[in-house]
């Protein structure tokens, strides 16, 4: 049975207030969720009761805090439905996390004309430190492409040609932050795996939003950021298959994550210690596993189901009510985002207007200017659903839409990108 969805929003404080002079719509999740008062109770109880450092004291607090991180990892491990909690590593979030593979398995595994395929709709945080990798290593960066036009697809025909033996990882997201389309992650990690190549599935708007298993899935990394998923900022998680993790050497060093240190030399504690040196965080991860267990409450079936009626619901009002705008993405294998653009006007003023409705919307290039220059554009506009929208939200957006799209009247006539 379908939670509540009505019930739910009583659980988000941060809902509950007005802005500029409008009760909040909060269509922002893709950039970070809201909290729940379990998650925000959760950091309180922590630091007020638990707080110590971990993994060294041997007093009451620390064995508690250390007990509370290490179960915190159990509950990733359950999430993802990984095999051991030695393939979860806490990280920063999701760029963190690109980065340490980048990094330790990267610097160690690549070497020139070795190919890191990424696809053309890549977040700016999965495709950075792989130029950064090309560059210290001579490998070659190749991209998957996306279909020409709007529709914002993968284009599957082409798998074949960039997926070559000499590509040693491919990386790409799980749902796009721009396009909202949901790619077929199980199919390109089988297709990596027949050219013996890793896989690294960036799940930052991916989890929390759709049902995960990595072991399903069939990639060797899985990476994702907990504030997008009701956590809080600063936390992620680094899922690592055991044998790659094993061979890998630090990305950082410091205290927690050896076994023996000299003065010239240390050997390192197995993984997950060995990639979280220094003090992690604690209480982020603590509350993280916190978030989780809420997601699971509500049933993760049951959230994508309730997103992407939202989505599908506003994009039909758009596509039917709102001649002139230009949706991004396409109409099947959307996730809960749904970026647009009013020909002639640029997101930034789009957002203020919208804002001026008390509606949060995000405009930009998203972190994606490679695609966005691909596609025409310099920016867009985004709405972003989570689990707390309502369909009223869906109206009151609608309503906004109609509104502003009224300050662009020459601009609006025809559905026609502004470059055709
Ligand atoms: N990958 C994808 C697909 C993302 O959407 C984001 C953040 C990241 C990686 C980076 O996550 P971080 O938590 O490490 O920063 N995306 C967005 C966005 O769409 N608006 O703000 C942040």
């Not at 709709?121 to 210290?136: G, I, T």
Request: hydrophobic share 40%; glycine share 6%; net charge positive.
């Amino acid at each position: 049975m379908s939670p509540s969805w009505k019930n739910i929003r009583a659980d988000f404080p941060a809902l509950h207030q007005q802005v500029n002079g409008k009760p909040l719509v909060y269509l922002d999740n893709a950039a970070t969720s809201q909290k729940p008062q379990c998650v925000i109770d959760t950091l309180t109880r922590y630091y007020t009761q638990d707080n110590a450092n971990i993994h060294r004291g041997i007093h009451a607090l620390s064995i508690r805090a250390t007990d509370a991180y290490e179960k915190a990892r159990k509950r990733a491990l359950k999430f993802l439905n990984a095999a051991s909690p030695a393939d979860i590593v806490f990280t920063a979030g999701t760029t963190d996390s690109v980065n340490l593979v980048a990094n330790s398995w990267g610097n160690e595994n690549l070497k020139e004309n070795d190919v890191i395929l990424l696809t053309e709709m890549e977040h700016h945080s999965n495709l950075v430190p792989w130029q950064l990798l090309a560059k210290r290593t001579g490998a070659k960066l190749r991209f998957l492409p996306v279909v020409p036009g709007d529709t914002g697809l993968l284009d599957l025909t082409k798998l074949s040609k960039v997926l070559t033996p000499e590509v040693r990882i491919f990386a790409f997201t799980h749902v796009s932050n721009t396009l909202g389309v949901i790619n077929p992650a199980a199919e390109l990690c089988a297709a990596a795996r027949k050219v013996g190549a890793l896989t690294l599935v960036d799940a930052a708007q991916s989890a929390g939003h759709i049902p995960l298993d990595v072991q399903q899935l069939g990639c060797d990394f899985f990476v994702l950021s907990g504030h997008k998923m009701c956590g809080p900022t600063g936390i992620g998680v680094l899922y690592g298959r055991a044998p790659h993790l094993d061979k890998m050497p630090p990305y950082r060093g410091g205290g927690s994550m050896i076994k023996s240190v000299s003065y010239f030399e240390s050997q390192w504690a197995p993984s997950p210690a060995k990639f979280e040196a220094g003090t992690p965080n604690i209480a982020d991860a603590i509350a993280l596993a916190r978030a989780m267990d809420y997601l699971d409450s509500l049933g993760r079936e049951a959230i994508a189901q309730h997103d992407k009626k939202l989505a599908a619901l506003a994009y039909v009002r758009i596509m039917t009510e709102i001649p002139g705008i230009r949706i991004l993405g396409p109409a099947q294998h959307r996730s809960s985002v749904l970026s647009f653009v009013i020909p002639g006007a640029h997101a930034h003023d789009v957002v203020t207007l919208a804002d001026q409705d008390g509606i949060a919307l995000r405009g930009g290039h998203h972190c994606n200017q490679p695609l966005m220059r691909k596609l025409g554009l310099t920016s867009t506009s985004r709405a972003s659903f989570y689990f707390y929208n309502t369909e009223e939200e869906v109206e009151r957006f609608i309503l906004s839409l109609k509104r502003i799209q009224k300050f662009f009247p020459l601009w609006c006539q025809a559905n026609t990108p502004p470059d055709a």
